[in-house]
C-alpha cells in the first residue's frame, strides 16, 4: 500500500496523493466562500446584470442535478420495474445522486444574493413560478434521498428502531423518490420556457421540459456506467461491464426517441434550418446533437462496441458531456445573443465550484470505503487496490 | 383603477430631466459620466439608473433625425417577473405598479435569486451587485407618489409633455386619437397589445425597431406560457404516482426476495 489509511473507531479513510489535492482544494473553497459572503457577489464573481445567472447555475445546479440523474432512473429500473440483475448498481447510483443533490442546493445558497431568505419559498408561496416548483421538488427529493441512505446509514450503525421505521417506509420513499425528480428534472427546462424571446429557438421549445426530463433519465444509466467505471479502477476492482453494457440499451433507445421528437420539434417550429445556417449557436447545437447524441447511439448499436469496458465506457463518457453541454449551452450559448455583453467565470467562482467538486468525491469514497455501497468482490483479490 | 404613461417619442428632446428627476426623489447616487460608445449617458439601466433616454440617430427620406426614448420599467399588465418570483416578492398593485410587496416587511421575501432578471422580456430589473445583502432594483412607477394622487416624478418634470401620465385606458384612446389624427405617426402603440399588454406606452413617428424596440413580439403574456406548463404539476404528479404505486406492487409480487444486505461490502484495508 502507497498510502497511509486514517482510522477513527471503526471509520477509515485512505489518504492517497490524490486526495490530498482535493483536500487542499476543498479548504481554499473554504476561504473563497467567506470571501464570497463577506464581500457579496459583485466583488467575488463575474456575474452582471447581462448575466445574472453563471457557473453555479449553469454548471452546479443544472449540470449537478441532470448529472444525479442516475438516481432515479436506477431507482425505476431497480426497485419499480424489479429488473434484480442492474441491483449491483443501485446504491452506488443512489449515493452519488444524493451527493450530487447536497452539492446542488448548497451551490444554490452561495449564488442567491439574500441567502438568509432560502427558507421563505417553504412558506410564502410563489406557486406560478417555475423555480418555486423546482425549489421544494429539489429540497424535498434531497430529504427523502438522505432517508435512504439512512437505511444503508443503519446496516453500519446498528439502530434496530430507525432501520425498522425506514424500511417501512421504504416503499412510499421510493416512489416519491421517482416522482419528485420527475417534475423537477423537466421543471429545469421550464425555468427557460420564460425566456421565449431570450433562448435561441434551436432550444427554447414548449416541450423543452420533456427535453430535459428524458435526458436526465437516459443520462442515468451512462452517468452510472462512467462514475461506477472509475471506482472500479481507483479501488482496482473489476468494472460490472455485463450490468453496464446491458442498461446502456436502455440511454440508446430513449436516446433515439430523443432524436425523433427533436427533430420533430425543431420542423414544427419550423426552425430545423436554424441548425444549418453557420452561426455559432448553429454549430454549438449541432456538436450537442452529433457529439453527444448521435454518435454514442451507434457506439452503443454496435454490440462490438457496447460489449467491452472501453467501448461502453466511451460511449457513456459522451453521453454524460453531451447533457453537460445541453445545459451549458441553454444557459450560456443560446442566450447570448439576446443578452448582449460577455460572461466567463471569475477565479473564486471556479475555486468554489472545484471545491464543491472535490468534496463530492472525497465524500464518496468516504461512504464507498466505510458503508456497503458497492457489490461483494467474489474473488480474492480485492485487496490489491490502487486506490483514488 | 391602473394607471399609466405614454411616451410620445415625437415629443421628446432628449433633454434627460427625467433621468435627473428620478434620481432626486427616489434618493439615487449619481453614475460618474465615462466615455461610452453613444450618446446614450449613462449608458446601461442599472441599480441605481432606473431610467435612461436612448440617443438614435435615424436617416429618415434622405434626412438625419434624433430620436430619443426613455426607457424604464414597462409595468406589465401580466408581469413576467411577478410570475417569476418563488415567494411571490413582486407584485402588480392595483394602481398597476410592480414593485416589491409594498411594505419594508415583504420586500424582504426577496432570496436574490435573479430569476426575474432572466424572465424579464424587457430585462429591466438590475440586481445590486456591490452589496453583500442585494435586492433588485428598478423603476417603482413612483409608487409613493402615485399613492398620494401624484404623478411620477419624471413625467412632472417632462417639458414638453412628451410624458403623460392618466388612467390606463384614457391614455390609450388618446394615444390612437393622435395616431388617427396626424399622418406622420407609425400606425402601432407600442405597449397595447406587446405581451399581453404594458402600463408604459410608446407612439412614434419612426418604426420602433429604429428605436431598439424588440418588435413582432408575443401578444401572449409569458406568464400564460409558463402557466399552460405548469398547470399540469398536481395531474403528473397523481398520475404519475399511481402509475408508479402500480407497478411496484405489481412486480414485489412476482420478484423474488433477495438480500441485499450480503449483496454489497465496503471496500475496506485490513487493519
Not at chain 1, 431497480?78 to 450530487?100: C, D, F, N
Not at chain 2, 400564460?224 to 404516482?241: A, D, E, Q, R
Amino acid at each position: 500500500m502507497n498510502y497511509k489509511i486514517w482510522r477513527f473507531g471503526k471509520w477509515q479513510f485512505r489518504l492517497t496523493s490524490t486526495r490530498y489535492v482535493l483536500m487542499a482544494l476543498v479548504a481554499i473553497m473554504v476561504v473563497a466562500a467567506v470571501f464570497r459572503f463577506v464581500l457579496g457577489l459583485g466583488a467575488v464573481t463575474n456575474l452582471s446584470d447581462e448575466w445574472p445567472w453563471g457557473l453555479w447555475i449553469g454548471f452546479d445546479l443544472l449540470c449537478g442535478i441532470a448529472l444525479a440523474g442516475g438516481g432515479f432512473s436506477t431507482a425505476l429500473i431497480v426497485h419499480v420495474l424489479h429488473k434484480e440483475k442492474y441491483a449491483p448498481i443501485a446504491r452506488a447510483a443512489l449515493v452519488t445522486s444524493m451527493l450530487g443533490y447536497i452539492i446542488a442546493l448548497v451551490s444554490l445558497l452561495f449564488d442567491v444574493g439574500r441567502w438568509h431568505n432560502c427558507w421563505r419559498p417553504f412558506f410564502f408561496w410563489g406557486y406560478h413560478s417555475v423555480l418555486f416548483e423546482v425549489f421544494w421538488c429539489i429540497a424535498l427529493y434531497t430529504l427523502v434521498q438522505v432517508l435512504e441512505f439512512g437505511d444503508i446509514f443503519f446496516e453500519r450503525v446498528k439502530s434496530r428502531p430507525l432501520k425498522g421505521i425506514l424500511e417501512k417506509a421504504m416503499p412510499f420513499l421510493l416512489i416519491f423518490g421517482i416522482i419528485l425528480p420527475t417534475l423537477h428534472q423537466s421543471s429545469l427546462g421550464s425555468l427557460f420556457v420564460v425566456a421565449v424571446d431570450k433562448l435561441n429557438p434551436l432550444w427554447w421549445s414548449m416541450i423543452i421540459p420533456f427535453f430535459f426530463v428524458w435526458s436526465a433519465f437516459f443520462l442515468g444509466p451512462a452517468m452510472v456506467t462512467f462514475e461506477g467505471s472509475l471506482a472500479a479502477r481507483a479501488y482496482g476492482r473489476q468494472p460490472e461491464t455485463e450490468v453496464y453494457q446491458s442498461l446502456v440499451k436502455v440511454t440508446m433507445w430513449m436516446m433515439i426517441a430523443y432524436l425523433i421528437v427533436k427533430i420533430i420539434d425543431l420542423n414544427y417550429r419550423g426552425v430545423f434550418s436554424l441548425a444549418f445556417n453557420g452561426s455559432f449557436e448553429s454549430n454549438m447545437f449541432l456538436l450537442e446533437m452529433i457529439g453527444g447524441i448521435i454518435i454514442p447511439i451507434i457506439m452503443y448499436a454496435i454490440p462490438s462496441i457496447r460489449k467491452t469496458q472501453a467501448g461502453v465506457a466511451a460511449a457513456s463518457f459522451l453521453v454524460v458531456a453531451g447533457v453537460v453541454f445541453n445545459r451549458i449551452n441553454v444557459n450560456f450559448t443560446g442566450m447570448a445573443k439576446a443578452v448582449g455583453g460577455s460572461y466567463f467565470p471569475s477565479i473564486l467562482e471556479w475555486l468554489i465550484t472545484l471545491g464543491f467538486w472535490s468534496l463530492l468525491v472525497l465524500a464518496y469514497c468516504f461512504i464507498a470505503e466505510n458503508l456497503a455501497i458497492l457489490p461483494k468482490e467474489e474473488h480474492a483479490g480485492a485487496k490489491k487496490s490502487i486506490a483514488g | 383603477m391602473p394607471k399609466g404613461v405614454l411616451v410620445d417619442v415625437s415629443r421628446c428632446i432628449g433633454c434627460r430631466s427625467c433621468q435627473v428627476a428620478c434620481k432626486s426623489w427616489n434618493d439615487l447616487p449619481a453614475t460618474p459620466t465615462g466615455f461610452n460608445n453613444s450618446w446614450d449617458n449613462p449608458p446601461n439601466l442599472t441599480a441605481t439608473n432606473w431610467t435612461r433616454v436612448g440617443y438614435h440617430l435615424i436617416e429618415k427620406e434622405g434626412q438625419l433625425k434624433w430620436r430619443f426614448v426613455k426607457t424604464q420599467c414597462m409595468h406589465c399588465n401580466e408581469p413576467a417577473c411577478e410570475s417569476a418570483c418563488f415567494t411571490h416578492s413582486f407584485v402588480k398593485t392595483e394602481e398597476g405598479a410592480v414593485i416589491y410587496k409594498p411594505t419594508v416587511l415583504d420586500q424582504d421575501y426577496c432570496v436574490g435569486c435573479r430569476y426575474c432578471m432572466i424572465a424579464c422580456p424587457f430585462s429591466i430589473p438590475k440586481f445590486e451587485w456591490d452589496k453583500a445583502f442585494p435586492f433588485v432594483r428598478k423603476c417603482k412607477f413612483c409608487y409613493d407618489r402615485m399613492k398620494e394622487g401624484d404623478k411620477p416624478a419624471c413625467v412632472t418634470t417632462c417639458p414638453t409633455n412628451a410624458l403623460q401620465f392618466g388612467d390606463r385606458e384614457e391614455i390609450l384612446a388618446e394615444a390612437h386619437k393622435r395616431l388617427d389624427s396626424n399622418p406622420n405617426y407609425i400606425k402601432q402603440v407600442y405597449g397595447e397589445k406587446e405581451y399581453g399588454g404594458t402600463s408604459w406606452m410608446y407612439i412614434s413617428d419612426v418604426p420602433f425597431e429604429d428605436l431598439g424596440f424588440k418588435t413582432n413580439v408575443s401578444e401572449k403574456s409569458i406568464p400564460s406560457y409558463t402557466w399552460n406548463i405548469l398547470k399540469w404539476t398536481p395531474w403528473i404528479f397523481v398520475g404519475w404516482g399511481a402509475i408508479l404505486t402500480a407497478l411496484y406492487t405489481y412486480n414485489k409480487r412476482r420478484a423474488e426476495v433477495h438480500h441485499e444486505e450480503e449483496m454489497y461490502a465496503p471496500v475496506q484495508d485490513e487493519e
